[in-house]
């Protein structure tokens, strides 16, 4: 069974641009949250999509949206970039919603020059 | 509000010796606790998870921890280390409004 996959794996922008990023779950998981790592911060729920509805949200600003298609895949979407920004974004699949995640993908490295 | 602590950013044991890393949480519900793992360059592995069954949550690699109310604990421990144990662990808890908050971190060192 092929695992979580993320694209791209590493990813440089420039500040004021706008990324989107690629979540693929396990098959059959109908659950993707999403996290921002960084040095500083640690790691940050970000949000949380079952059946293609955001079921929960952190504390971040406007410019972070997702969605997740019917087909279970997500994407997170990150406008006007900030230095700030630059973090290795995971997500996660599980089967049910409501938790933290079951399977991790490898990560997107974003870095905002 | 819920939050969760890792008491300690970096743990040093040598092989075959115990490991503890320890980790308290507040909550004002009954929260459901995870440890997860993270190697150099991987993504996170979950290692166990309390979901208020039995307190004493076994989980893979011979990891296992203990849910204490009392004490708003969840410590993982594990009674040998391996080399391939060495890496980041974090603490999470999931409490009312499935909000998931992970704990800052701890590195855990293995020397042979």
């Known amino acids: 069974k092929a695992g979580v996959t993320q694209t791209p794996r590493y990813l440089i922008k420039t500040r004021g641009q706008q990324v989107t990023l690629s979540c693929s779950p396990i098959?059959?998981?109908?659950?993707v949250s999403w996290y921002q790592q960084t040095p500083g911060q640690g790691l940050q729920f970000l949000f949380e999509y079952f059946s293609e509805t955001q079921r929960n949200k952190g504390n971040f600003p406007g410019r972070f949206s997702g969605r997740q298609f019917s087909n279970s895949r997500s994407e997170m979407n990150v406008s006007t970039l900030e230095l700030g920004d630059s973090a290795l974004y995971l997500c996660?699949?599980?089967?049910?919603?409501?938790?933290?995640?079951?399977?991790f993908g490898p990560g997107t490295r974003l870095t905002v020059l | 509000a819920q939050s969760v602590t890792q008491l300690d950013s970096h743990v040093s044991v040598s092989e075959g010796t115990p490991v503890l890393l320890r980790c308290n949480y507040s909550?004002?519900?009954?929260?459901?606790l995870f440890w997860y793992v993270q190697h150099p360059n991987k993504g996170l592995q979950l290692l166990l998870k309390y979901t208020s069954a039995a307190t004493l949550v076994k989980g893979i690699n011979g990891f296992e921890a203990e849910f204490k109310k009392s004490e708003t604990s969840f410590h993982l421990t594990k009674p040998s280390a391996h080399m391939s144990d060495a890496a980041e662990y974090f603490c999470v808890v999931l409490s009312g409004g499935f909000k998931t908050i992970f704990g800052a971190g701890t590195r855990l060192f293995v020397k042979a």
């Open positions: 098959s059959g998981h109908r659950s």
């Open positions: 996660a699949s599980s089967l049910g919603a409501g938790g933290p995640g079951q399977f």
């Open positions: 909550s004002s519900y009954s929260p459901s």
